[in-house]
């Protein structure tokens, strides 16, 4: 047996020594480094608690820099000002917000951060995300990613408070009443870079993968895209009723802009005439909002659309551009400069996170926000119970299911681990109602009209439909509304008197099959339509399935013609409907009716006159109120234009629902500012807002 020599023996010995050595020290080492960047994360989290305290201290700080900063803008301009017949009296038509910079800081936890993510959800997934979409849910969505030069004083409506425009000030023109807006905009706000990963297959330029500045020109921007006729998207079509009396807008410097409004000679009851802009002026105004031009103005090569752009109206009225807009490359995206940032949209969810570069540190109170894409109100429900989602308006005919809910043993597991369900209702700020296409000539009678509302018993649907969580209504404004008419009675259901009504109208069954008809042309016509609604709503099917059933007892066919969100949208636009059953969504005071019911949307493709409503004496009621300031004058008109409205009936209005809000207990801050006079004094906002929502971690 061969023997190996000693010295390999004690090399072998000193080597494993070595490496023994060798791994002790790199154990030590690691254990050095791990402690070490313990403490560096602990620092670093202390260093990020101490920025976001500097922020929140900052805010204060800024608001009370407001007015100094905002006469620097005046001051800096005043010289530069083209126009020599502007004069300023120095007011501010902005007030600092104190439920922002007091109130809500106040009860907020001591060195609150916002975490976590909100989870809503939404039915079906939008064909694009473009700033103009018909779809309300987008207008959202852009609104959570964007700015607008004013905002409402938290809770009270028709007031305005600073946003992007720390100093709105109006100016009167010369010897005259008539005048005109001087913004002055916030500096340092920038739009997010572009994401690359959001354009899969595409080269985009390295422009849009930079920060770019808010200026001016967005705003100015923003308008021209509204106001270009060739830009047919519904959005900007309804926004014209708003914005079509702006005369121009003027940019001073990237940070100042001037609106100027139309003035109109209005004859006061003393018979001298006044010049006067808009009531709403003041407020729109403050609604602007800027528009993204380093991304609406491009190919995604970074070459302009339109090559030579310096003439200032050049986005107002070319149709090359709007073409391109209305297709534009960027549509599935929402380029973002407000407290939420689009994170990007599947087809399951859409996602926003926090913005921590925004000047209002409360005005994202969590990390993220995540909207799923859901194929009905049931899936939402069904996503709801299983802790998904955060929220959800649950629809009436869920109300029993939701008793049941909440006695099953899973709940009460839930509610068990800190995860119950809270609920808080109110009125909704939506109606419901069938549209009746006045150019049809089943329903260019008001007598049909008022016949067809008569064959429908509204207060059935409301008890069996919506478990009578709704009210019957008869016009089109919020019901809790000054301009709502609550004296005017609803048209009584009663199928006999409806088919006495058809018959004085010429509707007759003369073939004996309860069918009624009428020569119309020289054809005899039978009395059937379709009723056009959104398929994958069951509550709009349930309530259009008995419609049909009611309408058959007048001898009306009325065949029901369910279709997706797009084929909706589409028959809404091209009033390519006999009749249809819609809601609206009802915006904040003051009311303005000219979106629905000026004649001028009558016949205008994409308008949201959709039924081709047109009455005379209703367009002087709307130019009236557009220039009326007195609050018991602009009841008047209300009065009068429900009076009109409810006698031509060109919708049967079915209801207001009440809205039940469910969400989890983790949900914080959730209540009705009108509730809460001992925060808010002077609340008139009837509906919680989301936007001071906050997430509780419980232990």
């Not at 920025?51 to 800096?76: C, F, N, P």
Request: net charge negative; with cysteine; hydrophobic share 35%.
């Amino acid at each position: 047996m061969n023997k190996e020599p000693i010295a390999l023996y004690i090399f072998r010995f000193v080597l494993g020594a070595a490496l023994l050595l060798f791994v002790a020290m790199l154990y030590w080492s690691n254990t050095l480094i791990e402690t070490d960047l313990k403490i560096i994360r602990s620092d670093v989290t202390e260093i990020k608690e101490d920025i976001r305290q500097i922020k929140q201290e900052s805010g204060k700080i800024r608001d009370d820099l407001v007015e100094r900063e905002s006469d620097h803008h005046t001051a800096k301009t005043a010289l530069a000002q083209p126009f020599g017949n502007s004069q300023s009296d120095g007011t501010n038509l902005l007030s600092v917000d104190p439920f922002f910079t007091k109130i809500f800081p106040g009860i907020l936890p001591k060195n609150f951060k916002p975490t976590g993510t909100f989870r809503r959800a939404t039915i079906g997934k939008p064909h694009n995300l473009h700033p103009f979409s018909e779809w309300s849910h987008i207008a959202e969505w852009n609104d959570l990613c964007s700015v607008s030069a004013a905002k409402m004083l938290f809770g009270k409506y028709e007031t305005m408070a600073p946003d992007m425009a720390l100093k709105i000030e109006e100016r009167k023109i010369g010897d005259t009443e008539a005048s005109e807006f001087w913004i002055y905009l916030r500096d340092r706000v920038f739009w997010e870079p572009l994401n690359k990963s959001f354009f899969p297959g595409m080269n985009i330029a390295p422009f849009f993968l930079q920060k770019h500045q808010v200026t001016a020109e967005d705003f100015k921007f923003y308008f021209d895209a509204v106001m270009n006729p060739y830009v047919q998207e519904p959005g900007a079509i309804a926004l014209r009723n708003y914005l079509g009396d702006i005369v121009e807008i003027r940019i001073i410097d990237k940070l100042t802009l001037v609106v100027r409004w139309k003035s109109e000679k209005i004859k006061e009851p003393d018979g001298k005439e006044q010049e006067k802009i808009k009531y709403i002026a003041r407020q729109w105004t403050g609604n602007l909002k800027p528009l993204a031009s380093f991304v609406y103005k491009y190919f995604p090569d970074g070459k302009k659309i339109v090559e030579d752009d310096s003439n200032p109206e050049t986005y107002r009225t070319n149709s090359v551009w709007a073409q391109n807009f209305s297709q534009h490359w960027a549509k599935n995206v929402i380029p973002s400069c407000g407290p939420w940032l689009f994170n990007g949209m599947s087809e399951r969810e859409i996602r926003f996170r926090r913005n921590p570069d925004f000047y209002e540190p409360l005005a994202a109170t969590a990390e993220n926000i995540v909207i799923a894409f859901k194929s009905s109100p049931d899936a939402i429900w069904q996503s709801f119970k299983t802790g998904e989602l955060d929220s959800y308006a649950i629809q009436p005919d869920q109300l029993m299911e939701l008793d049941e809910y909440l006695n099953s043993p899973y709940y009460i597991s839930q509610a068990d681990k800190k995860n119950s369900i809270e609920r808080i209702d109110y009125p909704g700020r939506t109606y419901s109602y069938i549209g009746w296409n006045m150019a049809k000539p089943f329903f260019t009678s008001k007598k049909v009209r008022q016949a067809m509302t008569m064959a429908i018993d509204r207060q059935r649907i409301i008890a069996q439909n919506l478990n009578g969580t709704g009210k019957e209504i008869t016009g089109t404004f919020y019901i809790h509304s000054d301009a709502y008419d609550s004296s005017i009675e609803p048209w009584p259901f009663d199928p006999l008197q409806a088919k006495n009504i058809l018959e004085e109208e010429g509707w007759y069954d003369t073939t004996g099959t309860g069918v009624i008809n009428k020569m119309i042309d020289g054809k005899k016509v039978p009395f059937e339509f379709s009723l056009t609604y959104y398929v994958k709503n069951p509550l709009a099917k349930a309530i259009g399935e008995y419609i049909a059933t009611a309408l058959k007892e007048i001898g009306v066919i009325c065949n029901l013609n369910g279709v997706d969100i797009a084929d909706l949208s589409a028959k809404f636009e091209e009033k390519n409907f006999d009749a249809i059953f819609l809601g609206w969504s009802l915006g904040t005071p003051p009311e303005d009716p000219r979106q629905l019911w000026y004649s001028t949307g009558a016949k205008e493709q994409g308008s949201s006159n959709a039924v081709g409503f047109a009455d005379k004496e209703v367009d002087k009621i709307i130019d009236s109120l557009s220039y009326e300031y007195d609050r018991e004058k602009r009841i008047a008109l209300y009065r009068r234009f429900d009076a009109i409205i409810h006698e031509e009936q060109p919708y049967t209005f079915l209801y207001t629902p009440n809205t039940t809000f469910l969400y989890r207990s983790y949900l914080q801050n959730v209540f009705i500012p009108a509730d809460r006079q001992d925060l808010i004094p002077g609340a008139n906002v009837s509906e919680p807002d989301q936007n001071i929502f906050w997430i509780k971690k419980f232990e």
